[in-house]
């Protein structure tokens, strides 16, 4: 059976690699042409790949839907339509003096590298699949895509779909469990997309080091939320709300746990509350609130805040109709908010991606910063305040993928800037100039001068004074 998936795969990598290389050189029209593909297939198809994710979650709000996986996939592919032509633009580059005076020439050219295979999840599965799909295009590749078994009708849509917007040698969708999934972590790729947990992450880079397939590792950790003592917390709580509340906290950049000021512990806490209260009146009924991807993700999120409870924590439900949770299938949880929690808690200890938010109290910012340079580099990282000398500490004295000052999540919804993670959170970024440059092959090329360089410079054997000489020059501080 293994071996059947590894030889199927690998015939479709072997087709995709004939067409890029019998087709070299393509136009940057070829590109444009099939980014303008992928952007038709989720305007054409935006409705049922919607209606694909909500079966699959079995909650999960249609403009949610529309705005993160969708639209949100557009814009990345117009981007990249707009500024193709200056990314793609060769580079003139400096050459030592007086090499340029002589005629030589240095250039940094953006090649395709070929097909490039990307690995999805199942939280945003079309924006995570098709998004680095615009970039892997614009760069001139091929692709194909293995994503999730946790959202089966969306692969299996995915799939249907681009099989109908472009031919197998172009793109191609392989659905399948971990089995396929390990398999085809295991081609010989010319790079690999894996966006997943950093677990799995591990075990596609090591698949990977076996052929050296150069990786992009978009993965998960625990991004902090510091809450300085100049904030304005109302507007803090409503915002950190939203962006824990979203898709039920399975986003990979959720707020994982908030540390704020110890005297300021319960006002934050409220401003949290009410955000919630305002924007989700009731949980249960409302599809605004995604459920749960499966019975697995939500035993896991329950066992954690049992955990919790059982080592001392205070468990806080934000449940603003009193609805009753006990007896339901939904697979949705209420916001559950836990104090004075410690390290030996699974809570602190693994990424939560779901609806719980650990607090943590400092007397000074110091603390904060301590803890998150003790623990993995995070994904995302969050300050609220208007004090500029604390958020350049916060900054400067601690590292993640990205930040976002004064809300969460923002950064990765910025078009111009890269998204990435950096050690446990992930390596490389695409989004930007940055991913356009990830899934291109950055080629030197060096003219010579029709002159004998190597002879004026005194490199020429047989070596001698003329060389010494050179060599000491250089030799000089
Ligand atoms: P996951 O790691 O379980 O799965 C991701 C993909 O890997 C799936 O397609 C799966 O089939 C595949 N896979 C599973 N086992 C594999 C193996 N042994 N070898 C190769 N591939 C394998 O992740 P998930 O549960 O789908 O997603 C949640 C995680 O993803 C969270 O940790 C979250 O933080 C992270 N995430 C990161 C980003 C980001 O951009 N950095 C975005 C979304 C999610």
Redo the contacts with the bound molecule.
Sequence with gaps: MAADHASELQSILDKQRKAFTASRPESLDVRRDRIKRAIALLVDHGDALCDAMSEDFGSRSRQQSMMTDIVGTINLGKYCLKHLDGWAKPEKRKLQFPLSLLGAKAQLRFEPKGVIGI??????PVN?SIGPLMQVLAAGNRSMI?????TERTSDLTKELVEKYFSEDEVAVCT???E???A??SLPFDHLV????????R??ME?AARNLVPVTL????KSPVVLGRSANFEQAGERIAMGKMMNAG????APDYMYVPEEREEGAIAAVELGVRNMYPTLLENDDYASVVTDRHFDRLQGLVADARDKGAEVIEINPADEDFSNTNARKMPLTILRNVTDDMQAMQE?I?GPVLPVKTYKSVGEAIDYVNANDRP?GLYYFGDDAGEREEVLTRTIS?GVTVNDVLFH?SMEDLP???VGP??IGSYHGPEGFREFSHARSVYTQSKRDIAGIAGFKPPYGKKTDKAIASQLKK
């Design positions: 690995l999805s999840p199942w939280n945003f995570l293995k994503p999730s078994e946790f399948g469990g971990p396929v999934a390990h085809f972590s894996f966006t997943g947990s950093t677990a799995t992450g075990k596609v698949a978009e993965l998960g950790g399975q986003i990979c950049l990424e991606f994904l993928g990765v998204f990435g993670g959170s992930g």
